[in-house]
């Protein structure tokens, strides 16, 4: 999953260090959120959200291709 | 920035619990092992005879139990660090069972057959202990290079 982390952090001015202490992690998580390596737990994605005052589907992208309208229309008749 | 509610325990809290709990009950391992060795070697050297059963296996079990409390530190530690940290180890800790069980599996088979001798159970423990090692390597080389 994609996500705005490193561009928000540059942002605030924070290092990756500064940002795990504040959310109560280790720099190398913050890393690899950041690098796509971990997608974080939604507590932890909560926390970030709230550190930066974002809704959460704005800091993380959710890439998953979506069906298309005529596509789950046509699901959601086959099943009523 | 603004102030989160974070953990109740934090990655650094967690390391330093487990580090100040970890060293402690190493000395204490070697400690017994030495003892043990000693204690056992001086009751069986003449004239006395072997020492009695109980002694030995209680010499024996508690020589081990330094290890069996390690690991209720690292489950600690497990249950404390963060998520990534945790997803890290656990899959390290796998790692490190599978191949232990795998190696003690084939030498079985091997010394089955009379391939290879007969190995001393006893090396299975620093067999995983190593296995962890190599994980640890690929830790400090990947946080080097991030």
């Known amino acids: 999953?994609?996500?705005?982390?490193?561009?928000?952090?540059?942002?605030?001015?924070?290092?990756?260090?500064?940002?795990a202490e504040a959310l109560g992690v280790s720099r190398q998580s913050v890393n690899a959120i950041e690098t796509g390596r971990y997608d974080p737990s939604l507590p932890l994605a909560?926390?970030?959200?709230?550190?930066f005052g974002e809704p959460i589907e704005e800091i993380f992208i959710d890439e998953t291709p979506r069906p298309s309208p005529s596509r789950a229309r046509s699901n959601t008749n086959r099943r009523s | 920035m603004p102030d989160?509610?974070?953990?109740?325990?934090?990655?650094?809290?967690?390391?330093?619990?487990?580090?100040?709990?970890?060293?402690?009950?190493?000395?204490v391992y070697v400690a017994l092992c030495f003892a043990g060795v000693l204690l056992l070697d001086r009751l069986s050297a003449p004239p006395l005879s072997a020492p009695p059963l109980w002694l030995r296996t209680l010499v024996a079990l508690a020589s081990a139990a330094p290890i069996g409390l390690v690991f209720v530190l690292l489950w600690r530690y497990l249950a404390e660090t963060d998520e990534y940290t945790r997803v890290r180890k656990t899959t390290e800790l796998a790692a490190a069972g599978?191949?232990?069980?795998?190696?003690?599996?084939a030498w079985g088979f091997l010394e089955l057959y009379d391939v290879v001798p007969s190995l001393w159970t006893f090396l299975l423990g620093?067999?995983?202990?190593?296995?962890?090692?190599?994980?640890l390597w690929r830790l400090v080389s990947e946080r080097h290079r991030v």
């Open chain 2, 98 to 105: 599978m191949l232990t069980a795998c190696f003690a599996t």
């Open chain 1, 46 to 51: 909560f926390r970030i959200a709230r550190l």
């Open chain 2, 126 to 135: 620093p067999a995983f202990a190593s296995w962890l090692l190599l994980s």
């Open chain 2, 4 to 27: 989160v509610p974070r953990p109740a325990v934090t990655y650094r809290e967690a390391n330093r619990r487990y580090l100040r709990a970890f060293v402690p009950v190493m000395i």
């Open chain 1, 1 to 19: 999953m994609k996500n705005r982390l490193a561009e928000l952090r540059a942002a605030q001015g924070f290092t990756q260090g500064a940002l």
